[in-house]
């Protein structure tokens, strides 16, 4: 029985991502060469095949590009939550990149902590960094989301 939430595997290439959000801060992958931002991260660049990359800061601000509201059957550590949204979150400052996370009141409050009918499409949302949540393979931050 999975009674926490599940957690992403971490590799060379997205270990970096969470190591910027347990300081605090939202970085996205970019080609060193010509500048594309990418995500998820990847060794190679689509555009260029370049292989050289950086972490862009970005401001945090968004816009919810689209959500659903998951429904039974759950696995435990969400059903205990539910009903919450999962949101798909268009970044300010890169229309391209768009990441998964949950709207919620504040960065520790539970998943329900927002009705999710008030969830819409074009909702502005800022970052938000909650405590790290831990497995057996490690603790890790997973950015959420508040209304802005």
Do not use: K
């Not at 999975?2 to 270990?15: K, M, T």
């Not at 862009?56 to 539910?82: I, K, N, R």
């Amino acid at each position: 029985m999975i009674d926490q939430p599940l957690l992403p595997g971490l590799d060379e290439e997205s270990a970096p991502f969470f190591e910027y959000a347990a300081r605090g801060e939202l970085r996205v992958q970019a080609c060193a060469d010509c500048g594309v931002r990418r995500m998820p991260p990847r060794p190679r660049c689509e555009r260029c095949g370049s292989f050289e990359h950086r972490w862009d800061a970005m401001s945090g601000l968004g816009t919810v590009w689209s959500f659903v509201v998951p429904h039974p059957p759950l696995l435990p550590a969400y059903s205990e939550q539910a009903p919450y949204n999962v949101v798909l979150v268009e970044l300010e400052d890169d229309p391209t990149i768009r990441l998964v996370g949950n709207v919620v009141a504040g960065a520790d409050d539970r998943l329900d902590s927002i009705d999710p009918h008030s969830i819409a499409i074009g909702m502005p949302v800022e970052v938000v960094f909650p405590r790290p949540v831990s497995d057996d393979e490690g603790a890790v931050v997973l950015p959420r989301w508040t209304p802005a």
